[in-house]
T-cell receptor, first 110, second 116 residues
Framework: QKEVEQDPGPLSVPEGAIVSLNCTYS??????FMWYRQYSRKGPELLMY????GNKEDGRFTAQVDKSSKYISLFIRDSQPSDSATYLC??????????FGSGTQLTVLP | GAVVSQHPSRVICKSGTSVKIECRSL??????MFWYRQFPKQSLMLMAT?????????EQGVEKDKFLINHASLTLSTLTVTSAHPEDSSFYIC????????????FGPGTRLTVL
């Protein structure tokens, strides 16, 4: 079993839809949780970073962490075609090395 | 946010040659740099972690004699793929972290290596 599980998709939604992306993990030592966006043939870009359980909002993006269930989510409101990309969850414990999910490919249709 | 650059962005080489990829932190001092490889439609796989001035720590299964990593300064790390073969063709991405704070990783734009 992988330490981090993420549905690879692909996921297609119409413009304006709310997108929900999710990851589950098995390692209780993970303390820091990130969401990265990666456009084709580009490096990942950090979108959201959370430490504790709960919600964190930044514009159209909301990151949610439930440590008791070992489940994290990223919500995108009012999705735009420019949001079309691969979204990677990542997490780590006290060490700096990140463990990534497999990524979910999202397409927002105009 | 912090900026990390990579050079070259794309390289094509013949089998048996060596290729050097540079990773630079442009506006911060990177005490730690990471090297990843990514195959099409797959996630990032960590290859090695390098701290400035010390030897890199390689992940299990990564040949340190094949993937030479040098982190000679706080703003530059290099990955050299020695005697490259077609199976080494991949997307190589570096990331860097600074000191203090949340130690978030900032990623470079990646280098696409094609070995003929």
């Amino acid at each position: 079993q992988k330490e981090v599980e993420q549905d690879p998709g692909p996921l297609s939604v119409p413009e304006g839809a709310i997108v929900s992306l999710n990851c589950t993990y098995s390692n209780s030592a993970f303390q820091y949780f990130m969401w990265y966006r990666q456009y084709s043939r580009k490096g990942p870009e950090l979108l959201m970073y959370t430490y504790s359980s709960g919600n964190k909002e930044d514009g159209r993006f909301t990151a949610q962490v439930d440590k008791s269930s070992k489940y994290i989510s990223l919500f995108i409101r009012d999705s735009q075609p420019s949001d079309s990309a691969t979204y990677l969850c990542a997490m780590r414990g006290s060490a700096r090395q990140l463990t990534f999910g497999s990524g979910t490919q999202l397409t927002v249709l105009p | 946010g912090a900026v990390v650059s990579q050079h070259p962005s794309r390289v094509i080489c013949k089998s048996g040659t060596s290729v050097k990829i540079e990773c630079r932190s442009l506006d911060f001092q990177a005490t730690t740099m990471f090297w990843y490889r990514q195959f099409p439609k797959q996630s990032l796989m960590l290859m090695a972690t390098s701290n400035e001035g010390s030897k890199a720590t390689y992940e299990q299964g990564v040949e340190k004699d094949k993937f030479l990593i040098n982190h000679a300064s706080l703003t530059l790390s290099t990955l050299t793929v020695t005697s490259a073969h077609p199976e080494d063709s991949s997307f190589y991405i570096c990331s860097a972290t600074g000191t203090g704070g949340i130690n978030e990783q900032f990623f470079g734009p990646g280098t696409r290596l094609t070995v003929l």
